[in-house]
C-alpha cells in the first residue's frame, strides 16, 4: 500500500515547472460540477463562497446558523452567512468518493470558489502534492488522481 501514494513523472502531465501554484482541484457538490477548488491543508473551515452558492441556484433559506466568525489573516472578520451540509464527490476517471462537508458560506470576494480545509481532506483518505499539483485518494482497487487542468 505503501508504494501506492508516491508520486511521480506521470504526475507532472500538464504542470509547468517551476511553478509556485496553488494546489487547485475540480469536484461534485451537491450535483453540480465545482471548479477552483483551493484545497488548503491549514484552513479552519470549508468554506462555500456566497457568488459560488448563488452560482450554483441555492437559495438563503437553505442556510443554518452559525454562532462563531472567522478572523482573517489580517486580523478582519469574514462575514458569514450561515452553514449548509452539502456532498462532496471526488472522481478519477475510474472512481469517485463523496464525503458529506459542512461548508462555512461567506460572503468575501475572493478567486476560488471554495476551500477544502484538512479534516475534508483526511476523510477523503487523500494525499496531496503542491509540488506534482495533483490529489490522490484511496479505493478499495487502488488510488486514484484528481486535479484541475490549468488552461494555457
Known amino acids: 500500500m505503501g508504494d501506492l501514494m508516491i508520486f511521480n513523472d506521470k504526475d507532472l502531465i500538464n504542470v509547468v515547472s517551476p511553478h509556485k501554484d ?4 475540480i469536484a461534485v457538490i451537491a450535483d453540480f460540477d465545482v ?3 483551493m ?3 491549514g484552513s479552519v473551515a470549508d ?10 441556484n441555492f437559495i438563503d433559506e437553505m442556510l443554518g446558523p452559525i454562532v462563531h466568525s472567522l478572523t482573517r489573516f489580517t486580523g478582519d ?3 458569514v452567512k450561515g452553514g449548509i451540509h452539502l ?5 478519477s476517471k475510474l472512481a469517485s468518493k463523496v464525503i458529506n462537508v459542512e461548508f462555512l458560506v ?4 475572493a478567486n476560488y470558489n471554495v476551500v477544502l480545509r484538512r479534516p475534508s481532506l483526511h476523510r ?8 506534482y499539483q495533483v490529489i490522490k485518494f484511496l479505493q478499495i482497487m487502488g488510488l486514484e488522481s484528481v486535479r484541475e487542468i490549468k488552461e494555457s
Open 47 to 56: 468554506i462555500l463562497y456566497y457568488h459560488t452558492f448563488q452560482k450554483v
Open 87 to 91: 456532498p462532496f464527490m471526488i472522481k
Open 106 to 109: 461567506v460572503y468575501l470576494r
Open 22 to 25: 496553488t494546489l487547485l482541484i
Open 35 to 37: 471548479s477552483r477548488i
Open 39 to 41: 484545497v488548503d491543508k
Open 124 to 131: 477523503l483518505q487523500s494525499c496531496l502534492s503542491t509540488f
Open 77 to 79: 472578520s469574514m462575514c
